[in-house]
């Protein structure tokens, strides 16, 4: 019921910033807790940042904490996350996601409760 599309992937060095940002489609995109996940070559899909319909609630990977900040804005359909400080370690394939429209969850750090997923955008991190 939704369309998902990430952008701002990149190369980038090690302590360097980039900002992923993840276009929805629809009306209905407050309906939604929204999700980044991330998934490195030969290893599984790891959580990274959560956020609440509202924005108001918003959860952590350790792994990330205190460098990312997942942010949305309802009025244009988009959830962003600011990486900072990257590391070699962050290099992997971004994925937004979004949970599906009849859950009362506020917040989800778990893929399998996400319906709906983007293409994914590639993060390299050089050192």
């Known amino acids: 019921q939704v369309q998902l599309v990430e952008s701002g992937g990149g190369l980038v060095q090690a302590g360097g910033s980039l900002r992923l940002s993840c276009a929805a489609s629809g009306r209905t995109f407050s309906n939604y807790v929204m999700g980044w996940f991330r998934q490195a070559p030969g290893k599984e899909r790891e959580f990274v940042a959560t956020?609440?319909?509202?924005?108001?609630?918003?959860n952590y990977a350790d792994s990330v904490k205190g460098r990312f900040t997942i942010s949305r804005d309802n009025a244009k359909n988009t959830v962003d996350l600011q990486m900072n400080s990257l590391k070699p370690e962050d290099t992997a394939v971004y994925y937004c996601?979004?949970?599906?429209?009849?859950?009362?969850?506020?917040?989800?750090?778990?893929?399998?409760?996400?319906?709906?997923w983007g293409q994914g955008t590639q993060v390299i991190v050089s050192s």
């Open positions: 956020i609440s319909r509202s924005g108001g609630i918003s």
């Open positions: 996601a979004a949970d599906s429209p009849n859950r009362r969850s506020l917040i989800s750090q778990f893929s399998y409760e996400y319906d709906y």
